[in-house]
């Protein structure tokens, strides 16, 4: 390197026996700036810490006026300093004075020189603080001489994150490392949660960055990625792939990326310079989720985070900790943070002692998120690095409401939730005392509540809410977080045990709803350009009838000598529904004559999810016996607005005339033809939608476990029929202005409905 005494790594080799060195933390860091400056041939060497208050302040300098240590303090939306912070990017400038963002400080004395190269001070892509050499000469920074610097910011990073700085802070002005977090996410599964970080992937710690041997070194990460590109070869071989939890596409991606040439060089780049071998692999895996976390190209995103996937498996691999995480026992309170989770993986820990689940993806429709709201446990999705930010033991707060995490939280904060808490708990003895009440309005009509359920895990809820029954049994779930096709056999011991759990009560069976954003994980699917639009559900169903036979076959078996409710899913023509009756009946007769023992009775149900179906509502309610409402589907459909993307899944609300008309429609060709409809989408579980759906004529609705309680406490004081004057003339409204929401909300409230 040009200029530089002995280069990087006769630097990293001084800097640990500093690190070494039995010093105060402010003498290592003198030590260290003066060590920085030498060798970098720079006149002045800095290192500002971010702070809590989000603001950056001078911790040591070589060069700059000492008596601005601990005194200068910037914003991060100030000066070149802030900007390296903010953008945790290099910034190398041969006159720095000529940026339009230099700030001038006049205690530093630093208006005399001209060069200024900036490298931020990286942990987990989070930013801690900044590193600065500067020369009085105008110069041109190498590349050779900014990595040198980013390598020997890892350095320093170690030492802000082990706290040792913390004891130099005035009150108030700590080391950002640890600082609160309030985090945005995506609310998931509705609850709020107390608890202590567990990492469900648990980073691997590299307490060692600095290298003695640099040969020994190369050959380590080199061993270590022949292992990694092995293990995938392996992986990708093996049929099995569901074991691994794994899609093919995403170990082609990693495939590709373990042989890419620019991040090997990064890497062993990293280990020429002084590094170990994990220190260069976290150094590099630093400077991908710093990217990541500002990279708005969602599919750039995508690949940044297949990269520090890898970077990942790398480093088990060089600490010898490639066979995943060693389940530790789980603390009493323990929060969930993850990337991302099978709802297998979710199932696999104690729920018992689970208060949260936080998550950098998850949508509101994926299954971990299915699996949560089942077990109760508050999700939020889509916290961004919440996985590189939390450390194991922080205290978070999960609020699955607004979707919110608050890490490591104030008191204040803490306490606020605290209390939260125990208004919940009040609330939810409130409403187990209304469990064996009937549901039944004030004007006495009633609207039976039913379950939505899909798990074994939800069997429970029956009793405990005292629901009327199940109106909606997702039989996918058990094929989604199965790691094979369950067998006739599995399928029929699950439906049994759900008909053994209702008793009395009716369970309605939804048949596979696969395809769309339901894949399992061992099917070979089809790449859709729309797959919410493409082969799913009955279609699915219809051209694999193999796969629907067996089900229908296992369902017949499980209702022997009861009554069965079964119905099929995205139904857009009658004659769909036609040949996926035709499928029942074949089974039937298939079971008679095998002298199997039948159901008393087989009810036939059809979901009216697809609009097409409300213009054939006399066509299918002559076939069927009975319909449902997928209005997440439905929804979803009429206004074109894709249910998982975030962008566009609340835009429209379904309290406004077109859908409510559309529900309407239902309801009345339901009671037109003397067979029963319910609706079985979200949206039931909301009172006040119950509130419209109850007055368009609806007296049966599936909802969540948690909703039972809310809803039913509405419909008890709810008089329907003045429900009905209000929202019915809204419905012929065509101003098109009506907002049946806001006169809803009024009616509720002057009528004292508990929303
Ligand atoms: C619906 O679409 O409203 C529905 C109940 O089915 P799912 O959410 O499983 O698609
Ligand atoms: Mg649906």
Request: some cysteine.
């Amino acid at each position: 390197m040009r200029g530089a005494l002995g280069g990087p790594r006769v630097l990293l080799r001084r800097l640990r026996e500093v690190m070494a060195e039995p010093v105060s933390a402010q003498d290592r860091l003198d030590k260290i700036v003066v060590l920085i400056a030498a060798n970098m041939v720079a006149e002045v060497c800095s290192v500002y810490v971010l702070r809590v208050d989000q603001t950056l302040e001078l911790y040591a300098t070589e060069g700059l006026n000492r008596d601005a240590v601990h005194l200068t303090v910037m914003r991060v939306d100030e000066g070149l300093v802030g900007h390296v912070a903010r953008e945790a990017e290099s910034l190398a400038l041969s006159d720095a004075q000529a940026h339009p963002e230099f700030a001038y400080r006049p205690e530093t004395g630093e208006e005399v020189y001209n060069s200024f190269l900036g490298v931020p001070i990286l942990r987990a892509g989070n930013t801690l603080g900044v590193l600065v050499v500067q020369n009085r000469a105008r110069r041109t920074y190498t590349e050779e001489e900014i990595e040198a610097l980013q390598t020997t910011a890892m350095v320093l990073a170690e030492m802000i994150a082990s706290g040792e700085l913390t004891a130099l802070a005035k009150p108030g002005a700590e080391p950002a490392i640890r600082r609160p977090l309030h985090l945005k996410g995506v609310a998931l599964a509705d609850g709020l949660g107390l608890g202590h970080v567990v990492l469900h992937e648990p980073r691997v710690k590299v307490t060692n960055v600095i290298a003695d041997d640099v040969v020994k070194e190369t050959a380590r990460l080199d061993a270590a990625i022949g292992k990694l590109r092995h293990s995938i070869d392996v992986m990708l071989e093996d049929d099995g792939l569901a074991k691994a939890g794994e899609h093919r596409d995403i170990l082609e991606a990693y495939r590709m990326f373990a042989h890419d040439r620019g991040w090997m060089h990064k890497m062993r780049e990293a280990v020429l310079s002084g590094l170990t071998a994990e220190g260069a692999v976290e150094r590099v895996q630093s400077d991908t989720r710093a990217r990541m976390m500002r990279a708005s190209d969602p599919y750039l995103r995508e690949r940044l985070h297949d990269l520090d996937d890898l970077a990942n498996r790398l480093l088990r691999e060089l600490t010898g900790r490639n066979r995943g995480p060693e389940r530790e026992a789980l603390p009493e309170n323990a929060i969930l943070v993850a990337r991302n989770m099978s709802p297998a993986a979710l199932l696999d820990y104690d729920r018992s002692r689970i208060r949260g689940l936080v998550l950098e993806e998850g949508g509101t429709t994926s299954h971990v998120t299915i699996v949560a709201r089942a077990l109760g446990i508050a999700a939020v999705g889509q916290v961004e690095n919440a996985a590189g930010l939390a450390d194991p033991g922080d205290p978070m707060i999960v609020d699955g409401q607004a979707g919110e995490v608050h890490l490591r939280p104030p008191g204040d904060v803490e306490e606020a939730y605290a209390e939260k808490v125990r208004f919940r708990a009040r609330r939810q003895a409130q409403y187990a005392a209304l469990r064996t009440r009937p549901s039944v309005t004030k004007d006495g009509v009633h609207v039976d509540l039913h379950l939505n359920a899909g798990l074994l895990v939800d069997l429970p809820h029956i009793a405990e809410t005292g629901a009327a029954g199940i109106g909606l049994f997702r039989t996918e779930l058990q094929f989604m977080i199965a790691s094979a096709f369950p067998r006739i056999s599995e399928q029929l011991k699950l439906y049994r045990a759900v008909l053994d759990a209702a008793g009395d009560r009716p369970v309605t069976f939804r048949t596979l709803d696969i395809g769309g954003d339901k894949v399992l994980p061992y099917m070979r699917t089809v790449e859709e350009e729309n797959p919410a639009l493409g082969w799913r559900a009955i279609r699915l169903g219809l051209d694999r009838p193999g796969l629907l036979r067996s089900q229908v076959r296992a369902l017949l078996r499980a209702g022997s000598g009861r009554e069965l409710r079964l119905m099929f899913p995205m139904v857009a023509a009658v004659d769909e529904f036609d040949r996926a009756r035709a499928i029942v009946e074949r089974e039937l007769t298939h079971l008679r004559k095998h002298g199997h023992g039948l159901p008393e009775k087989v009810f036939v149900g059809a979901m009216v999810e697809v609009p097409s179906l409300l213009f054939q509502l006399d066509e299918i309610l002559s076939r069927a016996d009975f319909l449902s409402v997928g209005s997440n589907d439905l929804v979803q459909f009429l206004y074109a607005a894709d249910r998982s993307n975030v962008r566009v899944a609340d835009r429209f609300d379904p309290l406004s005339p077109p859908a409510l008309r559309a529900f309407r429609m239902v309801a009345e060709a339901g009671l037109r033809h003397g067979k029963p409809v319910t609706l079985c989408g979200e949206l039931a579980s909301r009172p006040l939608e119950a509130v419209a759906l109850a007055a368009l004529g609806y007296r049966a609705l599936s909802v969540s476990p948690a909703a039972i309680g809310p809803v039913k406490a509405m419909m008890l004081e709810l008089d329907v029929s003045a429900a009905r004057r209000i929202l019915l003339p809204m419905l012929e409204d065509h101003s098109g202005t009506a907002d049946p929401r806001a006169a809803l909300t009024a009616f509720a409230k002057a009528s004292g409905l508990p929303l």
